[in-house]
């Protein structure tokens, strides 16, 4: 079992930065595939940004250029730095871990950008 807990949310102003980061328990982060997602009310949970085991990564139209993810397997750690925030990134921020059947969900920091 994998637990995965996410820090680093809050509030800003347009314009502002933030970083989460995501701490796996456990011996298979290393191994695995890892992703950032969030939600909006209202909306859908929907994909920000993913890296492979091989630092592949992948954004959605919406954060590129803005949204750096990074992993440090030494620390187990996951990070999402996010620049140039705006009131539409305003959403709960969660953790992904996959590792092929293995499927696990971190609980979410919430992200408020005011206007």
């Known amino acids: 079992q994998v637990q995965l807990v996410e820090s680093g949310g809050g509030l800003v102003q347009t314009g502002g930065s933030l970083r989460l980061s995501c701490v796996a328990s456990?011996?298979?982060?290393?191994?695995?595939?890892l992703g950032w997602y969030r939600q909006a009310p209202g909306k859908q949970r929907e994909l920000v940004a993913s890296?492979?085991?091989?630092?592949?990564?992948n954004y959605a139209d919406s954060v590129k250029g803005r949204f750096t993810i990074s992993r440090d397997n030494a620390k187990n750690t996951v990070y999402l730095q996010m620049n140039s925030l705006m009131p539409e990134d305003t959403a709960v921020y969660y953790c992904?871990?996959?590792?092929?059947?293995?499927?696990?969900w971190g609980q979410g920091t919430t992200v408020t950008v005011s206007s």
């Open positions: 992904n871990l996959r590792l092929i059947q293995q499927n696990y």
């Open positions: 456990g011996t298979i982060f290393r191994f695995s595939s």
């Open positions: 890296i492979t085991i091989g630092t592949i990564t």
